[in-house]
């Protein structure tokens, strides 16, 4: 009988546990619900948690800096309940369903990646609720016909078009190009971009293979490329599998004049996972701690500024996650994405999600993050991107010139 | 040209083959003496990859010495999850007193489950150090519980009680690890030359670590025959009953079937990051345990040697096939890779349902 | 003091009950046969002494010691051997490795290691006149050969009470013959007590038991010397008339 009763009451307090977060948390007046199913765990935890972070840190800003939203006559403070998708689609769109009926959130975010931005995509749309895409960047979900997807990441065509024309600029003679990508959403509407991009520039495609995103050798794969004997490699899919390819780059003793890997080459892990491996190595970003946006040189070029700058953002980021971390671009473009939002609240002067995707599409800003602009079918244009290249343990902005923050290494240094 | 890729992907495959086969022997072990699917195989690799990382990071010490240190931790790790959540759903003596129905052991089974799911939610909700408590205490109640519900039983509980339990105590890995050392993928650079064959080159840390996962397989084949734990546990894989007549302490061969298990698995952690030294983060294993089960089947499931064959024949399989797949015109080699994988193994169970290898213990 | 000792020892598997309140005794170096009908409750009774199986009720003496909860090896250190109605020994290893084995885990073996336990192997291996297939696996031998790997497996691990189940069956009579030598060679020359239960080979228990016990419906029917179970017309009337007849012709 003793027993029963410690197995119930177990079992009693492991439920409670379940069903405690998701009690429906209902807006009170003068609250604006922010609904997220992040991912805290799986293969994006890294990057989810960087967003969640970032998302913290510009809500902190907004209802205590800035003093809250001005909507519909009253001062309404942001209020932001995520869950935890796993880095899974199935949790995607069951936690949006919960989010949207049974939380009743006024705005949705998108889960990073691309993959899992489409997943919950339908659903948004499904309860016309706004949902805005800081973390997926693939051109194909702004082919869908969504209505309420709004981007503030810059889209995947456009990752390389300042790597190509730096290549142009400072190496004339260097024509091959190879591609080695991850076949993800992502990944392929990147090189798409890249493709077309080097077609345009007179480039040369030697080598254009995928991988399965989840790979653990890519040996076969590199000595194929080695045999096109390119100048320049890019490459590259989400986290490991980057940090595999240059790994495995090297251990086959393959030396481009170039190599730009997305996403993994510009986070700080990856200096420290490949140590000398990593000089010279460039990766495309969205924004980099050291990027020179202001609110002067929004003045300047006659655009609306919002929003904390560089160093407050930082410092409420460290705040929002309880240590001394630098945000990356992942919490950087969904704290922007945030900061869109309040400026199309203010402008609608509403909470109706029509009015508000009406007013999001006439909105044009700068902020911390940098330009913000959409298109009709929601797809970032205000927005562009930086080459980031790892020099002596430290990532440096060499491309455009106007950003750079140090000169660009080339060709890069041999693996040894 | 065609030559010389197929030759340099065959060398290549050959030694990754013998680190996935490696990578897989604990899991044939597992599953040949306690009958048990270890689901949580994976995260017990992240683990020995962590270690490796953590011991060439902080202390400078060369991955070939961190080999013994994982496959203590891993062999230390694996008495603590059997008697702590595997033992009582196993009856290692097959004799027992008091029947616990298969109900309660759901229901146990089902707790932990759940337990699980609250810590996922928990710790995405609350500050990172009240849940990590929370996680702890909750541990220590399920193996209280455990004890309350378990011990000696006269039936074993329901497989999918061992599946749920194996695929928890990977959960709790992953987490744990998280927890301590972020999600961050990391990596070290362990440089030791390498080796220009012309057609292919092999660093020397990739020469190494299939030589060290010989080396392991080799010294399992000595335990076997040549030690009394050995021929014991050998004894038991085959007959369990025959082995306990004989006079075989099979609950004691359990455990130190699944502690050896497990270390062997933590071990090839380690040869694992000698060959890929990057990527290493607490989602790691996923990829490693679809190609392990993948391997063990191939190898016929409950003999370890059979993985080690199997994990070589799996991997010449899939670098090779690349090569040819390649010269097919206007398809995507390593798509269809996998496919072709895939497709030899139906085609090798067809003719050897057993696997590869006759069983032997 | 009794080598082995049941007391109201009882068995249920759901509602049936297989083993229903026996007693007996074994002395040391008996030769006894427990002996009855299919569905008697034999293999059960078996499985109980040794271990396979934990009574529902009553209790296991072995060499003084209660053994009613021990596992099976326990009773294996303490000098129980156990054959089985189908051999089975372990397929993949050597015939060699295979009495090693017995030798390693039975009563005698603590301190042995495997190269010694191997050199104890061939002794028995001559015993059994095996030696052609010493280095063979054991699962390629024909039944009988299997038969002899079981007892030298068994007999290696030094046991003072050899369980062997159905240890003639599926022989010829003139291989029973030999059968019944051997096992009185172990009992005269080892002092090993040996449990038979043959079932049909009434040859056989007339020829080896001592001590007959008859078991009817899980209950014990009579426990008494051989010449006289043959007799007893209860054990008579539990087997058909036909072979009354036979067990009174062979007398």
């Known amino acids: 009988m003793k027993r029963k009763v410690l197995f119930l009451s177990v079992f009693l307090l492991a439920a409670a546990g379940m069903v405690l977060p998701a009690l429906p948390c209902h807006a009170s007046d003068g609250e604006i619900l922010i609904g997220h199913p992040a991912c805290l765990s799986g293969s994006y935890a890294k990057a989810g948690e960087q967003a969640v972070g970032g998302i913290q840190a510009i809500l902190d800003w907004v209802n205590n800096t800035r003093g809250g939203i001005a909507v519909e006559g009253r001062k309404a403070s942001l209020v932001y309940k995520y869950y935890d998708c796993e880095s899974k689609k199935e949790s995607v769109t069951s936690l949006l369903e919960r989010l949207i009926t049974s939380d009743k959130v006024h705005f949705t975010f998108a889960p990073y990646s691309s993959g899992l931005t489409l997943a919950g995509a339908p659903i948004a749309e499904k309860y016309g609720m706004i949902y805005m895409d800081h973390g997926g960047a693939s051109d194909k979900i702004f082919q869908q016909g969504f209505e309420y997807v709004v981007q503030t990441i810059g889209p995947g065509s456009l990752y390389h078009a300042g790597t190509l024309e730096m290549v142009k600029a400072i190496d004339p003679s260097a024509k091959k190009v190879a591609l080695a990508y991850a076949d993800d959403e992502f990944a392929r509407s990147v090189m798409k971009g890249a493709e077309e991009r080097a077609a345009e520039l007179g480039f040369e495609i030697v080598f254009n293979r995928t991988y399965p995103a989840k790979v653990t050798d890519l040996t076969p794969l590199l000595s194929d490329l080695k045999a096109s004997n390119p100048d320049v490699i890019i490459g590259g899919g989400h986290f490991e599998d980057g940090q595999l390819l240059n790994r495995q780059l090297a251990d086959l003793g393959i030396q481009p004049k170039l190599l730009s890997l997305i996403a993994a080459a510009t986070l700080p892990a990856f200096g420290e996972a490949l140590g000398d491996l990593a000089e010279g190595v460039m990766g495309p970003s969205h924004w980099e701690y050291g990027v020179t946006f202001s609110e002067k040189g929004a003045k300047k070029l006659g655009k609306m500024w919002i929003g904390p700058n560089q160093e407050e953002f930082v410092a409420l980021f460290k705040k929002a996650v309880g240590k001394d971390m630098i945000p990356d671009y992942h919490a950087a473009e969904a704290g922007a994405a945030v900061l869109a939002l309040v400026l199309a609240v203010e402008k609608a002067d509403s909470l109706d999600p029509d009015d508000v995707r009406e007013a999001l599409g006439d909105l044009e800003f700068m902020s911390f993050y940098g330009g913000w602009n959409i298109d009709e079918t929601g797809k970032q244009v205000g927005h562009s991107m930086v080459d980031v290249q790892w020099q002596k343990g430290q990532r440096v902005i060499v491309w455009p010139v106007a950003a750079q923050t140090g000169k660009p290494l080339y060709p890069k240094p041999d693996f040894k | ?361 | 003091m009794p080598l082995l000792k049941c007391e109201h020892v009882s068995k249920r598997f759901g509602g049936m009950v297989a083993v229903d309140d026996v007693s007996f005794e074994i002395m040391s170096g008996e030769l006894m046969a427990i002996v009855g009908p299919n569905g008697a409750g034999k293999t059960t009774m078996f499985n109980l002494i040794n271990g396979v199986f934990l009574p529902d009720e009553g209790h296991i003496w072995f060499a003084g010691v209660d053994v009613t909860r021990f596992p099976s090896y326990k009773r294996a250190h303490l000098g129980m051997g156990r054959t089985f109605q189908i051999p089975r020994p372990f397929a993949s290893a050597t015939v060699q490795e295979n009495i090693a084995i017995g030798a390693m885990f039975g009563a005698a073996g603590g301190e042995l290691n495997v190269e010694e336990a191997m050199e104890v192997a061939d002794e028995y291996i001559d015993l059994i006149g095996l030696k052609a297939h010493r280095n063979k696996p054991a699962g390629g031998l024909t039944p009988i050969e299997k038969k002899l790997v079981e007892i030298a497996r068994a007999l290696a691990m030094k046991p003072r009470l050899l369980l062997m189940d159905e240890a003639m069956a599926g022989m010829n009579p003139k291989d029973i013959d030999q059968m019944v030598t051997f096992i009185r060679h172990i009992r005269d020359v080892e002092g090993i007590a040996v449990v038979a239960m043959v079932e049909h080979i009434m040859r056989a228990v007339a020829g080896l038991a001592e001590r007959v016990m008859v078991m009817h419906q899980g209950a014990k029917l009579v426990d008494e010397p051989t010449r006289e179970a043959l007799n007893d017309p209860r054990v008579i009337e539990v087997y058909l008339g036909r072979q009354a007849e036979e067990f009174n012709a062979k007398g």
């Open chain 2, 1 to 361: 040209m065609f030559f010389e890729q197929l030759s340099g992907n065959l060398v290549q495959g050959l030694i990754l083959g013998s680190v996935y086969g490696m990578a897989t022997m604990g899991l044939s072990l597992i599953f040949g003496v306690l009958q048990v699917v270890n689901v949580g195989h994976g995260a017990f690799i992240m683990v020995g990859a962590f270690t490796a990382l953590i011991l060439f990071q902080s202390l400078g010490v060369p991955p070939i010495l961190a080999i013994p240190v994982a496959l203590l931790i891993g062999m230390c790790l694996g008495m603590i999850f059997y008697y702590g959540a595997v033992k009582p759903l196993v009856s290692p003596s097959g004799a027992g007193i008091r029947k616990v129905g298969r109900r309660q052991l759901g229901k146990a089974a089902g707790v932990f489950v759940a337990v699980m799911i609250a810590m996922r939610i928990l710790s995405g909700v609350l500050d990172l150090n009240i849940a990590f408590s929370i996680f702890i205490a909750i541990i220590l109640m399920y193996a209280f519980l455990v004890y309350v519900y378990g011990g000696r039983r006269q039936e074993k509980g329901p497989e999918l009680a061992t599946l749920l339990v194996t695929f928890s105590l990977g959960v709790i890995l992953e987490e744990v690890v998280k927890q301590i050392f972020t999600s961050e993928a990391r990596g070290y650079n362990w440089d030791l030359g390498k080796l220009d064959l012309g057609f292919t080159v092999l660093p020397f840390t990739k020469i190494l670590a299939s030589g060290g996962s010989l080396t392991v397989a080799v010294l399992l084949y000595l335990w076997f025959n040549k030690t009394r734990a050995g021929m014991a546990m050998r004894s038991v894989v085959e007959d369990s009953v025959g082995a306990r007549v004989c006079g075989v302490n099979v609950d004691w061969q359990y455990a130190l079937s699944f502690s050896l298990g497990i270390g062997l698995t933590v071990t090839s952690g380690v040869l694992l990051t000698m060959f890929i030294p990057v990527g290493i983060n607490p989602y790691m294993g996923g990829g490693y345990t679809l190609k392990a089960f993948v391997i063990a089947v191939l190898g016929g499931l409950a003999s370890p040697y059979g993985a080690f064959f199997g994990g070589v024949v799996f991997g010449l399989l899939e670098n090779g096939s690349y090569t040819l797949l390649a010269a097919l015109p206007g398809g995507e080699p390593f798509a269809l890779t996998r496919f072709f994988s895939f497709v030899m193994l139906l085609v090798i169970l067809l003719i050897r349902p057993t696997g590869l290898l006759r069983r032997k213990g």
